[in-house]
């Protein structure tokens, strides 16, 4: 495994108390202050504790978990900011999973208009997506991220050694995002994806695959930071998905945002095959091994309007069109794809159908 490699601000160490203090040194005493959540903080701060003595680092920590993604969380690191004297050279240590990164991200941003913020992801989530690339928020109105700024951390410090505490369903929500980008990457990217042992997992090897994904997020917002074009590839699921995990949670039964992606890329695989010429065969195979791993959110026709009304506020429409990213073959992206409400429903239903179906039925 190779040791404290630099990717634009992103670093891959192994001796993460290592890496943090030369950042934390860069700022004057009193003022670096640490955030993290209620579960996070078990797991994780002992990883960085001899750093959190050694300067004083005062810190916070939120409930956990998606539901707690909203106002009343900002507004608790607001007042932990204000109440200890944050000022404009301060610094925040963003320390948890992709919920806490957004959250912190976008408390740093604002507190009086913006303090320097690290992360350090601690779920393999944050790790290849949520930590990196700028986008802060919160849930609002029952719509996810719907508040929200563009704004990229400092730096980002990646461990693996966090991984190991992490539970099988957040492991597999974390596997969805790089699912996503091994489908708009490349064959080659998709085919190690899956041919990884899950059930078994190699740390070293992890790193490597870790390592790949994170240079598929990164070079589309180097090129696109603010979503104009390229970077809707990585929404790829997430118009449809963000449906699915808002319906989720309002309905009583919430589900982890990988698993709703999942579910959004089926849905969005299948417009895919409608509108841009992918196989069938290669949209039936991907989604009975992605059901067979992920299982399914169930819904029922009655639930497709709902459904359908929340993509209508997705980031990435304009006016009337419900604009989605989709994929003509593995690792190719056509963005801004209108589909039709019609099309949307057939979708849904292909999604309902799944696991139902025989594999190698026609559409
Ligand atoms: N900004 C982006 O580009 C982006 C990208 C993808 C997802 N997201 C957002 O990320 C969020 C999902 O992130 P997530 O899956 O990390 O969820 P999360 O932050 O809620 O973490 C999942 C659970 O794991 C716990 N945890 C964290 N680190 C742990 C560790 N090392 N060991 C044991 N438990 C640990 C947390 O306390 C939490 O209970 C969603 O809100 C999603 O919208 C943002
Ligand atoms: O980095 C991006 O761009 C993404 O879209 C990554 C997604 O995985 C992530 O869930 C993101 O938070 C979605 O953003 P939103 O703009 O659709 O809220
Ligand atoms: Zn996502």
Known sequence: MTDSKVHSNIIFSQQIDVELRKIVQKYPAGKVFLLTDQTAAGFCLPLIQSVIDEFSIRMVAIPSGEENKNIQSVGLVWDFLSNYGADRKSLLINIGGGMLTDLGGFAASTFKRGLDFVNIPTTLLAQVDASLGGKT???????????????????????????????????????????????????????????????????????????????????????????????????????????????????????????????????????????????????????????????????QESDFEALYQLMTHDKKNEGKRINFTLIPEIGKVEINVDCSKELIIEALNYYKSCGLRDSSSEL
């Not at 059930?199 to 997020?217: C, G, N, T």
Request: net charge negative.
């Open 137 to 299: 928020g919160f849930n609002f109105n029952g719509l996810k991220n719907e508040i929200g700024v563009f704004m990229e951390p400092n730096s980002v410090i990646i461990n693996v050694n966090f991984l190991k505490t992490i539970d099988q369903a957040n492991f597999l929500s974390g596997y969805a995002e790089m699912l996503k980008h091994g489908l708009i990457k490349s064959r080659e990217h998709w085919d190690e994806l899956l041919t990884f042992d899950m059930e078994s997992i190699d740390y070293d090897a992890l790193q490597e695959i870790i390592a790949h994904s994170v240079a598929v997020k990164e070079w589309h917002v180097l090129n696109d930071l603010t979503e104009q074009n390229i970077r809707k590839a990585l929404n790829f699921g997430h118009t449809v998905g963000h449906a699915f995990e808002s319906y989720a949670m309002k309905t009583g039964r919430p589900i982890l945002h990988g698993h709703a992606v999942v579910y959004g890329m089926i849905a969005e695989l299948y417009l895919s095959a409608k509108q841009c010429g992918l196989g069938i065969d290669e949209l039936n195979s991907i989604s009975s091994w992605m059901i067979a791993r992920y299982g399914k959110f169930e819904i």
